[in-house]
């Protein structure tokens, strides 16, 4: 990745980075919603990591809240790379990236998933 210098962050470049975020959050939790009181699918997927193929399960609200996010952030900065918690890095070429955003969709599903195993 390019070393980016301080004064390269102007305060409007700032303002778009809090945009593009709170777009995707707010899809995120549109998303979201449309789980609450539903019965929880656990998916089992696979995701590539450098050292390997990790087998995740993550809760369906998860997956399709960083989907949402992932889609505002590239369509805003589609030279952005992304490191989301469940599906790892995207776009996998990832060697001439100024930035990089980092995702947890939902903090704690793994509680959730437990707590709803015993309801």
């Given at each position: 990745?390019?070393?980016i210098q301080?004064?390269?962050?102007?305060?409007?470049?700032?303002?778009?980075?809090?945009?593009?975020?709170?777009?995707?959050?707010?899809?995120?939790?549109?998303?979201?919603?449309?789980?609450?009181?539903?019965?929880?699918?656990?998916?089992?997927f696979n995701?590539?990591?450098?050292?390997?193929?990790?087998?995740?399960?993550?809760?369906?609200?998860?997956?399709?809240?960083?989907?949402?996010?992932?889609?505002?952030?590239?369509?805003?900065?589609?030279?952005?790379?992304?490191?989301?918690?469940?599906?790892?890095?995207?776009?996998?070429?990832r060697d001439?990236?100024?930035?990089?955003?980092?995702?947890?969709?939902?903090?704690?599903?793994?509680?959730?998933?437990?707590?709803?195993?015993?309801?």
């Amino acid at each position: 990745m390019k070393n980016i210098q301080e004064e390269q962050f102007s305060d409007k470049i700032l303002e778009e980075f809090v945009c593009v975020a709170n777009k995707g959050a707010d899809a995120a939790g549109s998303v979201i919603k449309n789980f609450f009181w539903k019965p929880t699918l656990i998916r089992t997927f696979n995701k590539r990591h450098e050292d390997g193929l990790i087998v995740v399960q993550a809760i369906s609200a998860d997956l399709a809240a960083e989907d949402v996010m992932v889609s505002v952030i590239l369509q805003n900065f589609a030279n952005h790379l992304i490191f989301g918690e469940e599906k790892g890095w995207l776009p996998e070429q990832r060697d001439n990236a100024d930035f990089v955003w980092v995702l947890d969709p939902i903090d704690g599903t793994t509680s959730q998933w437990r707590i709803q195993l015993r309801i």
